[in-house]
């Protein structure tokens, strides 16, 4: 029975009260609102699906709201893939939105979902998170929450004592608050963890306390739970009066709101009962009547109840071969929850059994047989995805290097060409007749009217001079160099320095500008690989005129299609293929 009292205890967790009091976000429904804290959670449900589907994809915080508001509700209907599905969403969606109430909500239903399926790992990292934005924030509800959750997960953990502090603190918040509504599921979280620390007096204290709310307030669900619980109490005491009792009242509630999972956990708690009688002929009667119930409705850890149940009393009716096929499905269905040390010990239980028909032992050989096939094939998928995600990632360094190979390249093929231009410029200004030999292969016709109609327009001149301060002052270097002091210092106007520039390159001033700290920057690495001196690139834009040193990586990569880093990198391969080819000569 402990399955169900872990199951139930995750459930226990959850907070019904999504009242006013707790939407203090922007965003807020009062039809959610009143079905959520009227416990009609299959309602709530199917409301919020039609508002969603009717919300815009743009409009973030609803679209937030409704998905928080919709996993809270499948957690409390114990679909927990539902749950989690939209608990994802409201993670990604929290992304978009500043409203750090939506927020927390979205991180206290990814708790609850994770918690839900056993995930403790991530359970415990989003209850992190609620617990310091509530103390950040001296938020008591969401405390609560938190403290709830850590509770939970300590019992997980077989850490009752310290699942039971928790559980208490949240309690007394909830007092504190004045959270009428989460009081059921208080009493019922300090029920369970007492009989987790086998303190049965303790228990049903607080377990006929959230009963007794729970039927006031019409909350259902949680009455279920509490008479689920009070009835495994009674039994686990041999109060069989009073296991009896609480079994009908479960039975008949269930029925009474045509909740078919609860039927079924009355038919499993009757074929408990009935085994610990001896009567195990009608045990076997309604543990089937169980099995009916969940192929229709399916809850795997209750399926796991009863088939231990009927292999029981089917083993002690001597009727070995409806035994065996029970056990089989109790293994096949508890191995696919347990983790890796479970599993293990559940194969020694497996290997311990005692089988006493020929059949039974066929049975275990096939069964075995069909895990170990079941095994290989398992490792050949995992080798085959090994394989393919280490080709893969070869694949992708092998061109992720030649594709950095080829900025590296397109870069030095650059810097090489802007010098020929200036060494082109400075001849054209400052030596009447001196073109560069590798202009004079470019296709126009004769020297004398490039230069006339091109080089010396105004634009051109004011470009030359442009280049030449900037050059000359190094005034890239001036991290406050503004457009203002370049006009000043040419002694033009904006609408003239606009033109020299669009009409000499393709940038704008601040690409100008960036294009020359880029280059010097450039410069002081190889500089710094070729001296062998360490230069910290996280520091070397105080060096090249940026402000700072994202600026500086961002426009370094634009502008390279590089990072520094790996500049640096290609820079040193360079020099060691020059250094090869200077010892092959």
């Known amino acids: 029975m402990k399955v169900i009292k872990i199951i139930l205890l995750v459930v226990g967790i959850l907070c019904v009260s999504q009242t006013k009091a707790e939407s203090k976000a922007t965003v807020s429904d009062t039809t ?68 750090s109430t939506l927020i927390s909500d979205a991180w206290k239903v990814t708790s609850y979902s994770y918690n839900r399926c056993g995930n403790l790992d991530s359970a415990i990292f989003y209850t992190k998170k609620m617990y310091a934005y509530a103390e950040r924030h001296h938020d008591k ?54 009989s987790s620390l086998n303190k049965p007096d303790s228990s049903l204290l607080y377990l006929e306390k959230c009963l007794a709310r729970s039927l006031k307030e019409k909350n259902n669900e949680s009455a279920l739970d509490a008479y689920v619980m009070i009835s495994n109490i009674y039994l686990e005491l041999n109060d069989l009066k ?41 045990a076997v009667s309604y543990g089937e009547k169980a099995v009916k119930l969940l192929d229709l409705y399916p809850f795997q850890s209750l399926q796991i109840e009863v088939d231990s149940g009927l292999y029981i009393a089917n083993k002690a009716l001597g009727d070995y071969y409806n035994a065996m096929r029970y056990f089989e499905s109790y293994y096949k269905r508890k191995y696919s929850l347990l983790n890796e040390n479970q599993k293990r010990e559940l194969s020694e239980v497996q290997v311990k059994f005692a089988v006493k028909e ?28 090994f394989i393919f995600i280490i080709l893969a990632s070869i694949v992708y360094v092998i061109r992720n290097h030649r594709f950095r190979k080829e900025l590296y390249k397109k870069e030095k093929y650059l810097d090489k060409q802007l010098a020929d231009t200036k060494q082109w410029m400075e001849g054209v200004f400052l030596k009447d007749n001196f073109i560069p030999t590798v202009f004079k292969q470019l296709p126009f016709e004769g020297e004398s009217s490039l230069v006339n109609q091109d080089i010396l327009s105004p634009q051109s ?55 020359y700290r880029i280059d010097h920057s450039k410069r002081l690495i ?29 426009t370094f990569k634009t502008i390279t299609g590089l990072t520094p880093k790996e500049y640096a990198t290609e820079v ?11 010892e092959s000569v």
């Open 526 to 554: 190889e500089e710094s690989i070729r001296n062998k001196t360490n230069s910290n690139l996280s520091e070397l834009f105080n060096e090249c005129g940026f402000n700072n040193a994202t600026s500086f990586f961002r």
């Open 242 to 282: 009073k296991w009896k009792e609480n079994t009908l009242n479960l039975y008949n509630l269930a029925e009474k709101v045509q909740n078919q999972k609860f039927i079924a956990h009355a038919y499993n708690n009757f074929l408990y009962g009935l085994i610990k009688s001896n009567d195990f002929k009608e």
């Open 572 to 582: 040193v391969m360079d020099i060691k293929e020059e250094s090869q080819k200077s």
């Open 461 to 515: 001149i004011l470009y030359s001079e442009l280049r030449e301060i900037i050059e000359r002052q190094k005034l890239y270097l001036n991290p406050e160099l503004n457009l203002q002091m370049v006009i000043k210092l040419l002694g033009t106007n904006k609408k003239y320095l606009y033109e020299a520039i669009s009409s000499n390159t393709d940038n704008n001033f601040r690409n100008f500008i960036n294009r």
């Open 141 to 194: 509800r969401l405390m609560r929450n938190s403290m709830s959750s850590l509770g939970t997960i300590m019992n997980q953990n077989e850490k009752f004592e310290e699942g039971l502090k928790y559980h208490k603190i949240a309690s007394q918040l909830s007092k504190e608050i004045e959270d009428t509504l989460s009081y059921s599921i208080m009493y019922f979280n300090l029920g369970l963890t007492y």
């Open 358 to 385: 020929k059949d039974l032992m066929i049975s275990q050989q096939k069964l075995e047989l069909s895990h170990k096939q079941k095994n290989i094939q398992l490792l050949i998928y995992i080798l085959t995805l």
């Open 32 to 99: 959610i609102i009143r079905l959520m804290s009227t416990f009609q959670f299959r309602l709530a449900a199917n409301t919020l699906n039609g508002k969603l589907k009717k919300t815009s994809k743009k409009d973030f915080d609803k679209l937030l709201y409704y998905n928080n508001q919709l996993s809270m509700a499948y957690i409390r209907l114990m679909l927990v893939d539902s749950a989690m599905t939209h608990a994802r969403k409201s993670m990604h969606l929290s992304a978009f939105s500043s409203d």
